[in-house]
């Protein structure tokens, strides 16, 4: 690294950098149990954090309109997006609207939205929040869990939906 000045990072030059960290995404949903009404989000921030007790993390922005929605219902579904779900990625990544038009689902045991095809599916609830910056880190107890299929991952690297090419 000699002669290469280090300076801090701006916004555009902070997201080059981290968005050459190819990540998996997973859907983040829930279903309000009086109306039925769906909330989603897609996130790349989602990881594991202990085995015992079983917990997942995942972050989510401040700006979120879904987020209040999701963690008022209490119990989320995550799936774990495969290759083929590109368009439902991008449905649940955008901003309004009804996120799961053309987007198909099943309930996972405990009633949380899980989205059909996905590889694989945790039923949790939340367990904390963590304020960091501009974002929540969000905590879950994972309560249902399934591994649905086999097959590639969606993947998000360098501000796109990706698929492994092998």
């Known amino acids: 690294m000699s002669g290469v000045t ?18 998996g995404v ?7 149990a009086v109306t039925g009404e769906r909330a989603g989000l897609a996130a790349n921030s989602f990881c594991s954090v202990s085995l015992d007790p079983p917990l997942v993390s995942f972050c989510v922005a401040h700006t979120s309109s879904s987020w209040p929605r999701i963690r008022e219902a209490g119990t989320l579904g995550i799936s774990i997006l495969g290759a083929g779900q590109r368009e439902a990625a991008t449905r649940l990544a955008a901003r309004g609207g009804d996120k799961f038009t053309g987007v198909a689902w099943s309930a996972s045991p405990g009633g949380a939205p899980v989205l059909d095809g996905a590889l694989a599916w945790l039923e949790c609830a ?3 929040e963590h304020r960091a910056g501009d974002h929540v880190i969000v905590v879950a107890r994972v309560l249902r869990l399934d591994a649905s299929l086999e097959g590639e991952p969606l993947l998000f690297f360098r501000g796109e939906f990706e698929r492994i090419s092998r």
Do not use: K, M, Q, Y
Not at 26 to 32: E, I, K, L, M
């Open 6 to 23: 280090v300076v801090p990072a701006d916004e555009r030059c902070l997201r080059s950098v981290l968005g050459r960290f190819a990540t």
């Open 26 to 32: 997973v859907a983040v949903a829930a279903r309000d």
């Open 126 to 128: 939340i367990e904390a």
